[in-house]
Nanobody
Framework: QVQLVESGGGSVQSGDSLRLSCAAS????????MGWFRQASGKEREFVGA????????FYQDSVKDRFTVSRDNAKNTVTLQMNSLKPEDTAVYYC???????????????WGQGTQVTVSS
């Protein structure tokens, strides 16, 4: 069992940066691919980005590619989502998730955090 807790959300202006963190407990995350998802109000949850177990591979949704970066520190059991050049359409609740299997497959995540709100104003 893996427990995930996100932090770092908040309200920012368009063009600003924000760094989200995901702290894991219960088990080491080095056995899991880690992903970030988001859900805007009234919309379905969507994939944002993911990172392989070793951290050598990353995969992003097209709309955030070149703006967002997923990284991980297996020694600290944490995952980070660095978000730059934020846009109003990035406004959503952001979730951290863990899975076994390939990070390049955007489904079948088993463990989820409770989410953190990101609001971007124009």
């Amino acid at each position: 069992q893996v427990q995930l807790v996100e932090s770092g959300g908040g309200s920012v202006q368009s063009g600003d940066s924000l760094r989200l963190s995901c702290a894991a407990s219960g088990r080491t995350i080095r056995d899991y691919a880690m992903g970030w998802f988001r859900q805007a109000s009234g919309k379905e949850r969507e994939f944002v980005g993911a990172i392989s177990m070793s951290g050598a591979g990353t995969f992003y949704q097209d709309s955030v590619k070149d703006r967002f970066t997923v990284s991980r520190d297996n020694a600290k059991n944490t995952v980070t989502l660095q978000m730059n050049s934020l846009k109003p359409e990035d406004t959503a609740v952001y979730y951290c998730a863990a899975k076994t299997g390939s990070y390049a497959v955007t489904v079948n995540y088993r463990y989820w955090g409770q989410g953190t709100q990101v609001t971007v104003s124009s």
